[in-house]
C-alpha cells in the first residue's frame, strides 16, 4: 500500500478530506521521529514498538575483493510487530 493509497483509506473510514487525512499521517509521521529522536522508542500498544538502536563501528569485507572495509556507526530504527497486529495479519 503506498502513502496515497493509505491516506485514500483513512480519509474514507474516518469521514476525513483527503487533505485532512495527509495532515493526519503527516503529523503521525512526525511523532514517530520526534519520539525516536527524543526517547528512542515509540510503542503503541497492540500495533507496534519503533525503536532507534545505536549500531557500533566494525570491520566488514567487500564481497567482490575481500578488501577490508570500516563500517561507520549509525543509528538504525527497528520495528516489532504487537500481538494485535500480528493476529490480524495472520487471519
Not at 7 to 22: P, R
Not at 56 to 62: K, L, Q, S, Y
Not at 70 to 91: D, P, R, W, Y
Amino acid at each position: 500500500m503506498s502513502k496515497q493509497e493509505l491516506v485514500d483509506y483513512m480519509a474514507e473510514n474516518a469521514g476525513l478530506s483527503k487533505a485532512d487525512a495527509t495532515r493526519a499521517l503527516d503529523a503521525f509521521m512526525e511523532g514517530i521521529k520526534e519520539g525516536l529522536k527524543k526517547d528512542k522508542k515509540v510503542a503503541l500498544v497492540g500495533f507496534g514498538t519503533f525503536e532507534a538502536k545505536d549500531r557500533p563501528a566494525r570491520e566488514g569485507r567487500n564481497p567482490l575483493t575481500g578488501e577490508t572495509v570500516q563500517i561507520a556507526a549509525k543509528v538504525a530504527v527497528t520495528f516489532k510487530a504487537g500481538s494485535k497486529l500480528k493476529e490480524a495479519v495472520n487471519k
